[in-house]
Every structure is written in C-alpha cells, then in structure tokens.
Nanobody
C-alpha cells in the first residue's frame, strides 16, 4: 500500500520561503515520477511541478523560477522548495506518485497520478 506523507507547510509572509517534503513508502520510489499539486479554496486542484524517474522536470508557468522540485531516491523523498511566495500561492499542497513506472515523459495531469498524500497547508500572508 502506497503511503505519501507531506510535511513542511505553514504560514509565511509574502516574499518568504518554505520547503515541502513528501516521504513515500510502499513503492519502489525510484521507478516512479512524483508530482506536486495544489488546491486553493473554491478552486480546482492544479499542477505545480513534477519530476520523472529519470530526473526530467516540469513546472506550472505560475511557479517557474520560484519553485524547485527535487528528489532523493535514497530517502524515498521528494521536495518542493518554494521561494518568493505570494498570497496567490496559498493552498493545500498535495504530493502524488505516478500510476505507471518509468513513464518516458513528465506527467502533468492529475489523472496520471495514482497515489496521493493528505496534503499540507501553505498560507502566505500579504
């Protein structure tokens, strides 16, 4: 059974930084792309960033240049470093594991991900 546990969320002032972590278990972590999504109140869940099993990376346009996704296969953990945060980044952030192994492209769609964490709240005050 795949388990994804996010941590690192919190309250931060605009311009500040946070680092989210997602610890994975129940899967051969290095075989799977991992992603981060977020959902703000009253809005649909949206793609933030993803990293493939081979290290390919993609970001949503809204976070490019500010957020960095990385993974440590030895620790079964994926990270999201978030810099220059603004109030529009306020949301619950979810970690997700690809539903397929060794996908040849970086998955961007929620339907490509088969396992999800419970989410961690990020609140950016102005």
């Amino acid at each position: 059974q795949v388990q994804l546990v996010e941590s690192g969320g919190g309250l931060v002032q605009a311009g500040g930084s946070l680092r989210l972590s997602c610890a994975a278990s129940g899967l051969t972590f290095s075989w799977y792309a991992m992603g981060w999504f977020r959902q703000a109140p009253g809005k649909e869940r949206e793609f933030v960033a993803a990293i493939s099993s081979t290290g390919g990376i993609d970001y949503a346009d809204s976070v490019k240049g500010r957020f960095t996704i990385s993974r440590d296969n030895a620790k079964n953990t994926v990270y999201l470093q978030m810099n220059s945060l603004n109030p529009e980044d306020t949301a619950v952030y979810y970690c997700a594991a690809d539903s397929a192994t060794f996908r040849y492209y970086v998955p961007l769609l929620a339907r490509d991900f088969g396992s999800w964490g419970q989410g961690t709240q990020v609140t950016v005050s102005s």
